[in-house]
């Protein structure tokens, strides 16, 4: 019984260092700008804003298993052809991928599941930025950055048909 136990706590040791390993080694703002070009003369327009969002996802590889990936967030908030404001954040976060993460799902990992983990933090650094400019407050809707990397591999994979069929 007792043999029992020390193969099974053995078999369940050997599984534990089998197990894909992540970790978030550190998040950080990496930059952050504000601008509102056309203030004070803005705040006396009819508040009827157009708000447009850019998104950028970057990664590199700093070591063997650490990586960094930057998610920038770019938020242009214009009334008529006036910008009232021009917010940008590059969330930044190391994280520790594993040698076990199968190298198939390292881009993924990089490009969808840390920017999901960065975006709360750059979301809500633009609420607090917008807020601090006294424009009402600006809450960003989830992203789905699954979504967003199955989306960017099917136009690359469009791209690749074209040009052999060229």
Same mark, same amino acid.
């Given at each position: 019984? +007792?043999?029992?136990?020390?193969?099974?706590?053995?078999?369940?040791?050997?599984?534990q #260092?089998?197990?894909?390993?992540?970790?978030?080694?550190?998040? &950080?703002?990496?930059?952050?700008?504000f601008?509102?070009?056309n203030s004070p003369?803005?705040?006396?327009?009819?508040?009827k804003?157009?708000v447009?969002?850019?998104?950028?996802?970057?990664?590199?590889?700093?070591?063997?298993?650490?990586?960094?990936?930057? @998610?920038?967030?770019?938020?242009?908030?214009?009334?008529g052809?006036?910008?009232?404001?021009?917010?940008?954040?590059?969330?930044?976060?190391?994280?520790?991928?594993?040698?076990?993460?199968?190298?198939? #799902?390292?881009?993924?990992?990089?490009?969808?599941?840390?920017?999901n983990?960065?975006?709360? &933090?750059?979301?809500?650094?633009?609420?607090?930025?917008?807020?601090r400019?006294?424009?009402?407050? @600006?809450?960003? +809707?989830?992203?789905?950055?699954?979504?967003?990397?199955?989306?960017?591999?099917? #136009?690359?994979?469009?791209a690749?048909g #074209?040009?052999?069929? +060229?």
């Amino acid at each position: 019984m +007792a043999e029992e136990q020390q193969n099974n706590a053995a078999a369940q040791g050997a599984d534990q #260092q089998q197990e894909p390993q992540f970790a978030i080694q550190r998040i &950080y703002v990496k930059d952050v700008s504000f601008e509102a070009p056309n203030s004070p003369a803005i705040f006396k327009k009819e508040w009827k804003p157009n708000v447009s969002v850019d998104m950028n996802v970057s990664n590199n590889k700093l070591e063997d298993n650490l990586h960094e990936v930057v @998610l920038t967030l770019t938020v242009k908030n214009t009334i008529g052809e006036e910008t009232a404001f021009l917010c940008e954040v590059s969330q930044a976060g190391i994280f520790a991928v594993g040698s076990q993460v199968p190298e198939e #799902q390292l881009p993924q990992l990089l490009a969808a599941f840390c920017p999901n983990i960065l975006f709360p &933090y750059a979301r809500e650094s633009i609420a607090n930025l917008v807020n601090r400019g006294t424009f009402p407050q @600006l809450n960003l +809707a989830p992203v789905n950055f699954d979504a967003v990397y199955a989306q960017h591999l099917q #136009q690359q994979q469009a791209a690749e048909g #074209q040009k052999l069929d +060229a």
